[in-house]
């Protein structure tokens, strides 16, 4: 399964009457919150793309996208998925690294971590656990059979809807998610968070500066152009012989 290049509110979806746009009323037991969030879903390109197309969730598309700018993911990776659920940025990332096709020489591993349940994807590992956990990243190099050559996070904590709470909020995931990254990652290996804009915290860009060869911000198109998200992307991890030397980001 690739992802087309016609992007959404083309002249395809257009004809599908994708530029009219449908309104929810407000149910008795739904609050104004919930009907805005099914509305902005019900009237999301990426949305209906994601059905279509048969991904886990619209978010695959940010990781699509991200891939296919920065060439990350290749065949015999393996790849850890933290906060996968529902799956689809899992369910790409085994069809690049060719999980879903057994085990190879070219064939990768990819491991979901959440602290939900995931319906089964082919060629994808899913594990209820907290990564935060002492034990945590030993187990996950055992499921791999050694370390990762890829970290990727979707995370996000629950919002509040004051921005700034909901910005550290979610750096503090990134922080999170970076600290097992460089417990888990073999050298050269790449880690991808979500982070907010605003400024990623100095801490966990100094981090990543000492820890990676190459650090950089990416707004994919998929994210909503109503959104703050970003994701923070570092590449060449430098591995634990490395650490402590000082790196600019290139971007």
């Known amino acids: 399964m690739t992802a087309g290049r016609q992007g959404p509110g083309g002249k395809d979806e257009k004809a599908r009457g994708g530029s009219l746009k449908t309104r929810v009323k407000t149910a008795r037991?739904?609050?104004?919150?919930?009907?805005?969030?099914?509305?902005?879903?019900?009237?999301?390109?990426?949305v209906a793309r994601a059905k279509r197309e048969g991904w886990r969730s619209r978010a695959a598309y940010k990781l699509i996208e991200i891939d296919e700018r920065y060439?990350?993911?290749k065949p015999g990776m393996s790849v850890?998925?933290?906060?996968?659920?529902?799956?689809?940025?899992?369910?790409?990332?085994?069809?690049?690294?060719?999980s879903e096709e057994g085990q190879g020489k070219n064939?990768?591993?990819?491991?979901?971590?959440?602290?939900?349940?995931v319906e089964h994807i082919p060629g994808v590992e899913f594990t209820v656990m907290d990564f935060l956990e002492d034990d945590a990243p030993d187990r996950l190099k055992a499921m791999l059979g050694g370390p990762a050559d890829a970290v990727i996070s979707d995370m996000a904590a629950n919002a509040t809807g004051h921005r700034q709470t909901d910005h550290l909020?979610?750096?503090?995931?990134?922080?999170?998610?970076?600290e097992y990254a460089c417990e888990v990652l073999a050298p050269g290996g790449f880690f991808l968070a979500k982070v907010l804009q605003g400024g990623t915290e100095?801490?966990?860009?100094?981090?990543?500066?000492?820890?990676f060869t190459a650090v950089r911000h990416v707004k994919p198109e998929a994210s909503r152009k109503d959104s703050a998200e970003l994701y923070v992307l570092a590449t060449g991890?430098?591995?634990?012989?490395?650490?402590?030397?000082?790196?600019?980001?290139?971007?």
Not at 29 to 44: F, G, I, M, V
Not at 107 to 115: K, M, P, Q, T, Y
Not at 242 to 249: I, M, S
């Open 29 to 46: 037991k739904r609050t104004l919150s919930s009907t805005l969030w099914l509305e902005r879903q019900l009237n999301d390109p990426y």
């Open 71 to 73: 060439n990350l993911l």
């Open 80 to 98: 850890v998925d933290l906060g996968a659920a529902p799956g689809g940025w899992s369910q790409y990332a085994a069809k690049k690294v060719k």
């Open 107 to 117: 064939h990768g591993r990819v491991v979901g971590i959440d602290l939900l349940e």
């Open 169 to 178: 909020r979610i750096v503090a995931l990134a922080e999170m998610a970076a």
């Open 202 to 211: 100095n801490q966990l860009l100094a981090k990543l500066k000492r820890d």
């Open 237 to 251: 991890f430098r591995g634990n012989r490395e650490k402590g030397q000082d790196n600019a980001p290139d971007a």
